[in-house]
């Protein structure tokens, strides 16, 4: 199990008290089952999190990251005495992405076995906007395979807005096609065709005729990847 799930649990306990968990799930609207499930070190979703948060009245913030006090701030003071840079922006404004147990194939497509949070990842929140990231829609996927090379490599991870459900621009989108995730460059034709495109030459271009383009999702838009060394 995750130390950040277990610690997550913990702190949800402590938050809860004597309440029963059929009451909180009740107060919460979540299914008891689901409910119990988060007592045992599954991660919630951020709406789940956030309604947690708001009934059992306590910092979201510490609550799913352990950040700050327990008490929630009236929105009004909710930043005073933070640390501002020298833009005037507030430093410590942490947004909180779940990474997703999904694996994005930057090949020839991975299936998707399971959505569930396997760890979350904090983001500066300025950072993000500065991105045009929607903080509330944005999720982390691990990167299997070479076709995005040199771009993108495997065991990258991407950081996706998932509010992006259509293709804007020739960017590079994480798509579900035939029951596979895949991340790939998508080219929008005039004709309302499309065309996958992987970085890596080694890949053919992939055409999608206009009959087959409501069978592809787009699951998201990539934002940003990162990388260990």
């Known amino acids: 199990m995750d130390d950040v799930d277990l610690a997550f649990a913990e702190r949800l306990r402590f938050a809860v008290g004597d309440e029963s968990v059929n009451s909180l799930a009740k107060r919460c609207d979540i299914p008891e089952a689901t409910m119990r499930g988060y007592f045992k070190g599954r991660f919630p979703t951020a709406d789940k999190a956030f309604t947690i948060a708001t009934k059992l009245d306590v910092n979201l913030d510490w609550l799913v ?16 005495g933070a640390a501002i840079d020298n833009r005037g922006r507030i430093m410590n404004e942490i947004a909180f992405i779940q990474r997703l ?13 399971s959505e569930d949070t396997v760890d979350i990842l904090g983001f500066n929140r300025n950072w993000l906007r500065e991105r045009s990231i929607n903080a509330a829609a944005a999720r982390i996927l691990d990167v299997k395979g070479d076709s995005m090379e040199p771009t993108i ?7 996706v807005d998932t509010s992006i459900n259509q293709v804007r621009d ?18 929008i034709k005039r004709d ?3 065309t996958l495109i992987s970085d890596n030459e ?3 271009r992939e055409d999608v005729p206009i009959a087959e383009v409501p069978d592809l999702h787009i699951a998201g838009r990539v934002m940003w990847f990162g990388r260990s060394i």
């Open 170 to 187: 020739n960017a590079i989108y994480v798509i579900i096609y035939a029951g596979n995730v895949l991340v790939k460059r998508v080219h």
């Open 65 to 80: 990251g352990g950040i700050g006090s327990k008490e929630r701030l009236p929105d009004a003071q909710s930043f005073a």
């Open 153 to 159: 490599r495997d065991g990258d991870i991407l950081v």
């Open 101 to 113: 147990d999904v694996q994005a194939s930057a090949g020839t497509g991975a299936l998707v076995v």
């Open 202 to 204: 080694r890949y053919p």
């Open 192 to 194: 309302g065709s499309l």
